[in-house]
């Protein structure tokens, strides 16, 4: 079974403080991503990554980075923190000829900036 | 026309009930087609992919009609722990994946 593991659960943080999610899949898998999961609003994807060392942008990657160092790790950088990125986080992963493939997503991070 | 629609419900239903939703999709260059279960305060979880000749998977069956670009999920004999929200995935030939905004699901006892 995929394993998605996000760092945490529930974080708490202030405005305008450097913030990192961590995202680490044991699979393999060239693809990864990060989205953010509002009320009414859906999923909405942040940036994703085919490879080690590449991203590209999603519907939403103002205000975040992101950093592809590793395979098995994807990290969401929230580079100064605002109210409105109060959310919660999902990573997701896939394996590369993705297309009749689903996403396997971690548990979530619950992420409150105050 | 957005690209992935759901009724977001909720959809209140009596235990043991059947109940069906649809998804509908606007991009015909759509390839491929997934069901997932999401609780409340949880991560989405693969239910089931959608296959062009329908397909069954004990009380659950999923549905494609292309012609009218849509995906079905019917649940059957329903009990209390279906109550979730059920997004409708799709990925298009680009390998773009598009999430709906979900159906929430209630199964009353």
């Known amino acids: 079974d995929v394993k998605v593991t996000q760092s945490s659960r529930y974080l708490v943080k202030r405005t305008g403080e450097k913030v990192f999610l961590e995202c680490v899949q044991d699979?393999?898998?060239?693809?990864m991503f990060w989205y953010r999961q509002d009320p009414g609003l859906g999923l909405r994807l942040i940036y994703f990554?085919?490879?080690?060392?590449?991203?590209e942008k999603g519907d939403i990657p103002e205000g975040y980075s992101v950093s592809r160092e590793k395979k098995e790790r994807f990290s969401l950088i929230l580079e100064s923190a605002s109210t409105n990125q109060t959310s919660m986080y999902l990573c997701?992963?896939?394996?590369?000829?993705?297309?009749?493939?689903?996403?396997?997503f971690g548990d979530g991070t619950r992420l409150s900036i105050l | 026309r957005k690209e992935v629609e759901q009724d977001p419900g909720p959809f209140n239903v009596p235990e043991g009930a059947t109940v069906a939703f649809n998804c509908t999709y606007s991009n015909s260059a759509s390839q491929s087609f997934f069901w997932y279960r999401q609780d409340c305060r949880k991560e989405p979880k693969l239910l089931m992919s959608v296959y062009s000749s329908g397909n069954e998977d004990g009380r659950f069956t999923a549905q494609l009609n292309r012609a009218s670009q849509y995906i079905s999920l019917l649940i059957r004999d329903s009990k209390l722990s279906d109550s979730a929200t059920y997004l409708c995935?799709?990925?298009?030939?680009?390998?773009?994946?598009?999430f709906g905004k979900g159906t929430r699901l209630h199964i009353l006892p």
């Open positions: 997701a992963s896939l394996p590369r000829g993705r297309g009749n493939q689903p996403q396997h």
């Open positions: 990554s085919y490879d080690v060392k590449m991203k």
């Open positions: 995935v799709v990925i298009l030939r680009d390998d773009k994946i598009i």
């Open positions: 699979m393999d898998h060239e693809n």
